[in-house]
């Protein structure tokens, strides 16, 4: 009983402690007129976050601890008004949004124009060596996680988005189009499909978008091979969006401090009626599919090639990478399977997170296709 009562006042205690310290630093900065130029005019500048912005800008001139300062002030403005840093949301139970998916601009609409003109001649440029297209949209985070937004909510233009993309992707000529945002929806509620402190999903959720691709791809695939599935050690990630927060020390403050992974690796069954295909393995007259993507596809964390391998049985090439968007994998993939005697697959499944879509202006996609 005294060690639940001294766990339950060990956080209260720290987080009192954490509050003299601010207080004791901003008295100090005060004496020496730090703040002097950043008194709130208005209620606004104080619930919207400008007026603690201006506090850290004083606190990183005025205050010899400046960091710690800083990463206190940033701990306060989380608990206080749900506030994280500018490329960041703050939801419930910890969860945390991409702030890019919340945001349309005037060039919204013709930067997704510009994108479907791309992915149209993407598909046209694959069809024209007979080789069929999956278009994997990958929801917004904060589409299928609306119930976790706090005090946010999607503006419409965000949560309309996913529909508009289904319906403008059946004019690229796309062979399959899955509703991804659907099949994510209809699972969630037995685990994450996200994770909480990431933008990307997790390695269910992942595996539920490569069923429902290898379920509409099945008839293309000719080489049908057997994988089995180990799964990996789980390993403490800590996610992309917690970078916006800078919290530094104070980081034990979060709900959720990292999100637990274990990847899927897929690993071939071979036959072992041939002696020499059990020693080497028998490999098929040429692989059926190829994976082009972002990081969604290229990080093996999330273990979405291997797990398109179980699901479609089949092994695949993958020309994902990290950091990259949708668009300049697939230019360089168009230029690889251009090349003389280059091998061809039976179906590309080409990922594409709608949150880049309105990334990329008309010049920059007429320049990559």
């Not at 933008?199 to 509409?216: D, E, I, K």
């Not at 709900?255 to 009626?273: F, K, M, N, S, W």
């Not at 061809?344 to 879509?357: A, D, F, G, H, S």
């Amino acid at each position: 009983m005294i060690m639940t009562n001294l766990a339950r006042w060990v956080p209260i205690a720290s987080m009192l402690l954490l509050m003299g310290l601010g207080l004791f630093l901003m008295v100090q900065a005060l004496r020496d007129g730090a703040f002097r130029h950043t008194a709130p005019t208005s209620i606004a500048e104080v619930t919207d976050g400008e007026w603690t912005h201006a506090i850290e800008d004083e606190l990183e001139r005025k205050v010899l601890i400046r960091e710690p300062a800083i990463h206190l002030l940033n701990a306060f403005e989380y608990w206080l008004f749900g506030e994280a840093r500018s490329g960041a949301l703050a939801g419930t139970d910890g969860w945390l949004f991409s702030r890019e998916e919340f945001e349309w601009s005037a060039q919204s609409d013709g930067n997704l124009e510009a994108a479907f003109d791309a992915i149209t001649r993407g598909v046209s440029g694959l069809h024209e060596r007979g080789i069929k297209v999956a278009l994997a949209f990958v929801p917004a985070k904060s589409d299928i996680y609306q119930d976790q937004l706090g005090r946010y909510a999607l503006p419409e233009t965000a949560a309309e988005l996913y529909s508009r993309v289904l319906q403008t992707a059946a004019a690229t000529g796309a062979d399959f189009v899955p509703n991804l945002s659907t099949d994510l929806r209809a699972v969630r509620s037995q685990t994450e499909v996200f994770l909480h402190t990431d933008t990307h999903w997790s390695v269910f959720g992942a595996g539920r978008a490569a069923a429902s691709l290898c379920a509409l791809g099945a008839p293309v695939i000719e080489n049908k091979l057997t994988f089995s599935t180990s799964l990996q050690a789980a390993i403490a990630h800590r996610g992309d969006l917690l970078n916006f927060l800078e919290l530094g020390g104070f980081s034990f403050l979060m709900p959720v401090q990292t999100d637990l992974i274990a990847p899927v690796v897929a690993a071939r069954e071979i036959d072992g009626a041939d002696p020499l295909a059990s020693l080497f393995g028998s490999e098929p007259a040429a692989i059926d599919i190829g994976l082009v993507g972002t990081s969604y596809s290229a990080n093996p964390l999330w273990s979405f090639g291997d797990q398109i391998k179980i699901a479609c049985q089949s092994d695949l090439v993958a020309y994902a990478t990290d950091g990259d968007g949708p668009f300049e994998p697939m230019r360089s993939y168009l230029e690889t399977i251009a090349k003389p005697n280059a091998v061809l697959p039976k179906l590309v499944i080409w990922e594409i997170p709608v949150r880049y879509l309105d990334d990329y202006s008309g010049q920059t996609l007429s320049a990559l296709f």
